[in-house]
């Protein structure tokens, strides 16, 4: 899958782009900043947040600004505002980490590792099961999109910069004909796991080269309506994908 695209040839690793950017503007800037303090653990549970005129002078903001920033972390679940006391980090257990953001700053911190496997749990639980559904499910139109968007892995076999979009593209496009409503309601949480995970899977020397096959698995198992071949397509591809990651971060470290 997206990431275990990650080639294993002799290739020197290529740069990828950066994730892109969970919140936008200068309420935003704000927001990220301090929310991968948080992530990193630079500011811990029960942190009180400098008092807002320490802020104002550091960052040269208005006060509406940084109040707007404030409100976007405590939406998410990471401050709460307490009358005499603060801004407080709260602790993990509040966190929304479904939150596309909150992911986006966990899969850049320096904790990552500690939670992939996580995420790579949610990804098991939910594509091979997309991908079964879509076997069964897909229509004509649903087809042409899969083999499109299969096709369009190929000049980026390299790991090109637009190497993770098109692999996401893909996994993306089989959950999306599997037909449930609910689970297109999750795209943009599905699209940040995966975009995690792939991102750091794609580091690897070689990138989706080496799993076209596995991709090709998937998609010829899915426009079979072979559920049971899809379903297990999906996990060898998801297998061979954390595979990969697990090696850039042991290189890493």
């Known amino acids: 899958m997206l990431s275990s695209d990650v080639g294993k040839k002799s290739r020197g690793r290529k740069s990828l782009a950066p994730p892109r950017p969970p919140v936008a503007g200068l309420p935003g800037a704000i927001v990220e900043t301090l929310g991968k303090k948080i992530l990193n653990g630079e500011l811990l549970p029960g ?120 692999d996401i593209a893909f996994h993306l496009t089989i959950l999306k004909a599997a037909g449930n409503r609910y689970l297109n309601s999750l795209g943009a949480v599905v699209d940040t796991v995966i975009r995690s995970t792939a991102r750091l899977a794609l580091g690897r020397p070689g990138g989706l080269g080496h799993s076209m096959g596995l991709h090709r698995a998937v998609l010829d198992a899915v426009l079979a309506r072979d559920e049971t071949a899809a379903r297990a397509a999906m996990h060898r591809l998801l297998a061979d994908a954390e595979d990969d990651a697990h090696q850039v971060l042991e290189h890493d470290r």
């Open 47 to 166: 942190d009180v947040l400098p008092a807002e005129t320490v802020y104002l002078s550091q960052l040269g903001v208005s006060r509406t600004t940084l109040r707007e920033a404030i409100k976007v972390l405590a939406a998410k679940g990471l401050v709460l505002a307490k009358p005499k006391t603060g801004t407080v980090v709260r602790a993990r257990d509040h966190w929304n980490l479904l939150d596309p953001a909150v992911l986006t700053w966990q899969a850049a911190s320096d904790g990552f590792a500690d939670t992939m496997g996580e995420l790579f749990e949610i990804r098991r639980l939910v594509e091979p099961e997309g991908a079964a559904l879509a076997a069964r499910r897909h229509d004509a139109a649903s087809a042409i999109a899969m083999r499109a968007a299969f096709e369009a892995l190929a000049p980026h076999a390299d790991a090109g910069p637009d190497a993770l979009d098109v």
